[in-house]
């Protein structure tokens, strides 16, 4: 009796160990996300709340349309060969297309129209809405626009309001194809494009003609969805190419938007042109008509069963009150998503963001702020709000925290010209008496007997400094020398040592204080522009002295291989000097930001390029002399120099990777002795 009753016990908490499990991974599934201000996904209250799933008299579904007046849902049906019509409120189901297909795999419906993709049969298959009969059947175009090379396998399919089919195929390289409303093909919308690897560069660059001639075309990958929207502008997604994903565009075929993830496989929008996707994963993304994110949940697990949760997503839609749908093809069912207030409140808020009536929605973003302090389209959208307002502190206060330059840029430039409009007349002033100050200073250097005492004056504080000051200042010059002159500077390092190795390390020293303080002063306009701006100070140091530490240590060791004529020491020095450029441009351009906008940012992108351009050349001007070698002898040091460097780094890497294992792995050990002790 006993032994029943610890079974029984047993049996209870482990029941109670599952329960608890589920609950925990069942809250996990539909937590929404949100992006804080810096860019990174925090969880936030729910937007949407599962509701019961909708269970459906189909095999293998691949697709589904959702005709939001009257609520009705048409399934494609793949594994039956037919379109299954659901009403949801009677729960009557009709078939349609039984005996004329074979594997439907995309459905659209309009007013007076079912438009079917029919994989199995290799056609478009229209049938008229209210009678089910078949009104059209499209095959493979003959015309010559099309293209002998181009596949007919229609996959999905959508229509718009003037009637035309656009037709998502296999082995499309161009694109969508559209058809008017008989049939008749037009041409071709929505290409991808190619994209090659490196090492097929390399092989298109290297290779002979005949080696090229070889090699397998690279086609556009072709898209592998569609949708829609309210205003007539094509939607594709395509899954499974690094830089593919949703693309938006133009009546014309121009691009408009591009979301790039190669993960996403179906979209759908809203009656406000809101963007839904489906991502493979199970993961359902929202963004607003411009392609700003607004949130996500998940909907995937392979070890819960309960509504809502899905296992194999393969098509999603937006019913008429904002419920999304999704069509689990494993479950022969339809899931549903309600939003919750708080996502209402989002969506609705988001559309008077996208269509710039910021003022409108401002009470509704101030809600929103209430619920989810962090929520970044949120002081995004008040920004906004505050500069139509003319409230400029508390604008660029809230663009700050949003990280929004665009905005914050507009307020810089309009601040900006409101202190030149009620300022210029002073600056030309001083501009004039800085003019005629220069002017006077100058008649009176050319006086000798009236600048006499000063240099009399000066040269005595210069024999009465410290000899080290003196050395210092003669060494700086010589720096500043070697940056005008390569060629002599390197001679004068090497044989009369114009720069000493204590001043290189001052020169690198005050290389990485300015490196740190332009993260710290330059305007918040161009943080972006700084990518070290939100590292902490120990990474910003060693990533700014790595690359320098490496290219000098292997540079100098391939050069002693390559009977290179530089000792050490002058490669340290010479690297040095080099950097002086590139240090006084970005301190210049960190300062002058503070009174840039974003209209002026090719003077920003101007100083630091040429500021790389400067530096680049010195050093390799520098060593090139100090190795004694020709052009051909550089390029070779600094080939092997990048391959020697890309070395240790892995090297590194993996060392640092085992090291953190043994320490892991010796933190578990100490627990388990310390658990033992004590027990």
């Not at 594997?103 to 993709?117: L, S």
Request: with cysteine.
């Amino acid at each position: 009796m006993k032994r029943v009753f610890l079974v029984f016990l047993a049996l209870i908490m482990l029941f109670s160990t599952v329960t608890a499990y589920a609950s925990v991974g069942s809250d996990f599934l539909f937590r929404t996300y949100i992006q804080i201000p810096g860019g990174r996904l925090v969880q936030t209250i729910d937007a949407f709340r599962p509701l019961h799933n909708i269970n459906l008299d189909v095999h293998n579904p691949e697709d589904f349309f959702i005709c939001r007046e009257t609520y009705t849902f048409f399934i494609a049906d793949t594994g039956n060969g037919r379109i299954v019509q659901f009403y949801v409120e009677s729960g009557e189901t009709r078939y349609i297309g039984e005996g004329e297909l074979s594997q439907p795999f995309g459905v659209a419906v309009d007013a007076t129209r079912i438009y079917v993709a029919d994989a199995g049969l290799n056609e478009v298959v229209v049938f008229n809405r209210h009678t089910g009969a078949v009104e059209l059947r499209i095959s493979r175009p003959t015309a010559l626009i099309f293209g002998q090379t181009t596949g007919f396998t229609p996959r999905k399919i959508g229509s718009d309001a003037r009637g035309s089919i656009y037709v998502v195929s296999d082995n499309s390289p161009n694109g969508v194809m559209q058809f008017n409303a008989n049939g008749e093909f037009l041409g071709f919308l929505g290409e991808n494009w190619a994209s090659l690897g490196w090492i097929s560069t390399l092989q298109r660059i290297f290779y002979t003609e005949t080696q090229r001639d070889q090699l397998i075309d690279v086609r556009p990958p072709s898209p592998t969805n569609l949708t829609i929207n309210r205003d007539g502008l094509l939607l594709t997604a395509t899954t499974g190419m690094g830089d593919t994903g949703i693309k938006k565009f133009s009546t014309a075929g121009s691009l408009l938007l591009n979301l790039p993830n190669p993960w996403y496989m179906d979209i759908v929008t809203d009656s406000r042109n809101n963007m839904f996707i489906l991502h493979q994963a199970g993961l359902i993304e929202i963004f607003d008509m411009h392609g700003d994110f607004l949130f996500y949940f998940n909907t995937s697990s392979m070890f819960f069963e309960m509504d809502g949760v899905t296992r194999n997503p393969v098509a999603i839609d937006v019913g008429p009150t904002g419920t999304i749908y999704l069509l689990d093809r494993d479950l022969a069912a339809i899931t549903r998503y309600q939003p919750t207030e708080f996502g209402n409140l989002v969506l609705d808020a988001s559309y008077y963001f996208a269509q710039g009536m910021f003022l409108e929605g401002e009470s509704l973003w101030q809600e929103v702020l209430e619920v989810s302090a962090t929520f970044n389209m949120a002081h995004a959208a008040l920004g906004f709000a505050n500069f139509r307002q003319d409230n400029f502190e508390d604008a660029l206060e809230l663009f700050r925290q949003s990280y929004a330059v665009i905005g914050y840029s507009r307020v810089t430039w309009h601040l900006r010209n409101e202190w030149l409009l009620n300022n210029l007349q002073y600056v030309l002033l001083i501009l004039v008496i800085l003019v005629l100050a220069n002017n006077a200073l100058k008649w009176f250097l050319r006086r000798k007997k009236l600048m006499h005492p000063f240099r009399v004056f000066g040269g005595k504080i210069a024999n009465a400094s410290p000899p080290w000051l003196r050395r210092l200042g003669r060494e700086m010059k010589g720096a500043l020398y070697f940056c005008r002159h390569p060629m002599d500077g390197v001679y004068e390092i090497k044989h009369n040592n114009m720069v000493g190795f204590k001043t290189a390390t001052l020169i690198y020293a005050v290389y990485l204080f300015i490196f740190v303080l332009n993260t710290q002063i330059t305007s918040f306009t161009f943080t972006f522009f700084i990518y070290f701006s939100f590292t902490p100070l120990p990474l910003i140091i060693v990533a700014a002295s790595i690359p320098i530490i490496l290219g000098i240590i292997t540079s100098f060791l391939v050069s002693d291989i390559n009977e290179g004529e530089a000792t050490f020491r002058q490669v340290y020095i010479i690297v040095a000097c080099a950097m002086i450029p590139f240090t006084l441009l970005s301190f210049s351009r960190a300062v002058i930001s503070n009174v840039l906008t974003l209209y002026e940012l090719f003077i920003f992108q101007m100083l630091l390029y040429v500021g790389i351009g400067w530096t680049l050349f010195l050093i390799l001007a520098g060593l090139k002399e100090a190795y004694n070698y020709n052009v051909r002898g550089i390029a070779k040091n600094v080939a092997l120099s990048l391959f020697a460097s890309a070395c240790f780094i892995v090297v590194a890497a993996v060392a640092a990777m085992l090291v953190t294992q043994e320490l892991e792995f010796l933190r578990i050990l100490m627990g388990e002795v310390a658990f033992r002790v004590q027990s």
